[in-house]
């Protein structure tokens, strides 16, 4: 149990390590939120209850935490892209036939 444990940090540290070498990446996991909710939530009378307004800044954590997914998604799969059918491949025809 303590190595799923240990892996899942190292894997949550090296994600957050590739996260950070990125400059939109940061800026957009720090500022879009931050400007949503100051757009969105505090002008908003319902910001006065508390509630509301906690309510309303969970759903903006949410918000930055799937951006954050989907950013690392479509890096994954620009990635693949570059890299088309490099572990796919069959080898050669040539490496087949014999003689």
Request: charged letters at 10%.
């Amino acid at each position: 149990m303590s190595t799923n444990i240990r892996l899942t940090g190292l894997h949550t540290s090296f994600q957050f390590i590739q996260t950070v070498r990125v400059p939109i990446a940061v800026i957009g996991t720090t500022f879009f939120p931050a400007l949503s909710l100051l757009f969105f939530v505090v002008p908003q009378p319902f910001a006065r209850d508390p509630v509301a307004a906690t309510t309303g800044t969970a759903q903006l954590a949410v918000f930055a935490v799937m951006s954050v997914c989907l950013f690392n998604y479509g890096v994954g799969v620009a990635a693949d892209r570059a890299l088309a059918w490099d572990g796919h491949a069959p080898p050669s025809r040539q490496a087949r036939r014999p003689g």
